[in-house]
């Protein structure tokens, strides 16, 4: 904000200089064209044979376009600095009269604009009935001082653009080196509790404790283990393997079938005709779709139905997540997948940005809200890179 508003001050400051120099070259010019007028008349009623200092001004004149016009028969008398179109770009061959005509027609439109500018003096000489109007055109100079500020403007707004760009970019490239030290460290934490916990299953195994309370507790070890593993894959390109999709989905909803609530129905739609291979991390690919999956139990407060419809086209794999939730307000429809938006009461809203993360960054894909309305429910789709049918 301080940048931007010193960017302002320095805009505005080179603005104001700018229009000053413009008005101060613009009244000089005038000043020019009065004195250039006064010596017209001074040639046409002066009885002195010495004419050089009037001429001399007339002559000086190499930057400033003019004009003098007959007010009477409104014909141009005089043209000076114009710059006249080439014989080359108007006519063929070498017809003068066709050439003098395409100069007069270039001078009558440029006197036609200039009729309605204020550049314009009256040169009128009552006793030998001399009434003639000189106009003027703003001498190049001026008309590129007179963009030059635009020309500032438009410079400094690039300027803030790109350090606007460039600072979102060293936010963003910090946030991730903060979430993925936190995922790396997270995962390295988890490491040394869950190997002791293996150790212990064991242990309480070999001294007969019941197996299906050992079998159990491996499960949840397990479940641990898998979680571990996928914080370790975050920041860095995880490895893939060739998937079929539809074994894909099937698998990565297998843990959480059998502790969504019983109220939600769970219902996976695929066709084998339109099964194909894509290119996976197996381990994040279940993270994104269990963090799909509880979201929408969430979103129906644990009683309704999630349909998801798998299928494919030429060039891509296609999810479809449906739930009948409470749904996302159309507004909202991208600020889901922003860092901290969420609509529980409790979490820290990071579950679709990982999800956004996982399938756009490490897989190739795109994932987005196809379609939501507010008390009815929510539909996420995913696209994934297909390999081979």
């Not at 050089?52 to 043209?79: K, S, Y």
């Not at 007179?146 to 350090?163: K, N």
């Not at 571990?228 to 099937?250: Q, W």
Request: aromatic fraction near 8%; include cysteine.
């Amino acid at each position: 904000m301080v940048l931007l508003a010193v960017s302002l001050v320095l805009v505005g400051a080179f603005i104001y200089i700018s229009n000053r120099l413009v008005k101060d070259l613009a009244k000089q010019e005038r000043e020019r064209m009065e004195i250039w007028a006064d010596a017209t008349r001074e040639m046409v009623t002066s009885s002195n044979e010495n004419m050089d200092f009037p001429l001399r001004i007339i002559m000086g004149n190499h930057n400033i376009p003019v004009l003098v016009v007959d007010n009477e028969t409104g014909t141009i008398a005089e043209q000076r600095n114009f710059k006249l179109p080439e014989p080359a770009d108007t006519i063929k061959g070498n017809n003068i009269e066709e050439y003098s005509q395409v100069n007069k027609d270039f001078l009558n439109k440029k006197l036609k604009k200039l009729r309605n500018s204020s550049n314009k003096i009256e040169i009128d000489i009552d006793d030998m009935n001399l009434h003639q109007t000189l106009y003027y055109e703003d001498s190049d100079v001026l008309r590129r001082l007179a963009y030059f500020p635009y020309i500032q403007l438009a410079v400094m707004l690039l300027f803030l653009g790109i350090a606007y760009f460039a600072l979102i970019s060293v936010k963003r490239a910090e946030q991730n080196r903060v979430w993925v030290g936190l995922s790396k460290e997270t995962a390295h934490q988890l490491g040394t509790p869950i190997s002791s916990l293996m150790a212990w299953t064991q242990m309480l195994e070999s001294m007969g404790i019941d197996k299906e309370i050992i079998t159990d507790m491996d499960t949840d070890v397990h479940r641990l283990s898998v979680i571990a593993d996928r914080f370790s894959k975050i920041g860095s390109m995880p490895d893939k393997e060739l998937t079929f999709i539809n074994e894909a989905v099937e698998s990565s909803l297998a843990y959480m079938r059998t502790r969504i609530p019983k109220q939600v129905a769970l219902t996976v739609h695929t066709d084998e005709e339109k099964n194909c291979g894509v290119m996976l991390c197996q381990s994040l690919f279940e993270w994104v779709m269990e963090n799909l999956t509880k979201n929408a139990v969430d979103a129906m407060e644990g009683k309704g139905s999630i349909d998801i419809e798998v299928t494919s086209d030429d060039k891509h794999a296609h999810l479809y997540i449906k739930d009948t939730g409470k749904g996302i307000a159309r507004k909202n429809f991208k600020n889901v997948f922003n860092p901290g938006f969420t609509t529980k009461k409790r979490g820290w809203g990071l579950g679709l940005t990982l999800v956004k993360r996982i399938i756009e960054e490490y897989h190739g894909g795109k994932i987005y809200v196809k379609e939501s309305e507010v008390g009815k429910g929510t539909t996420f789709a995913i696209e994934i890179p297909k390999i081979k049918c």
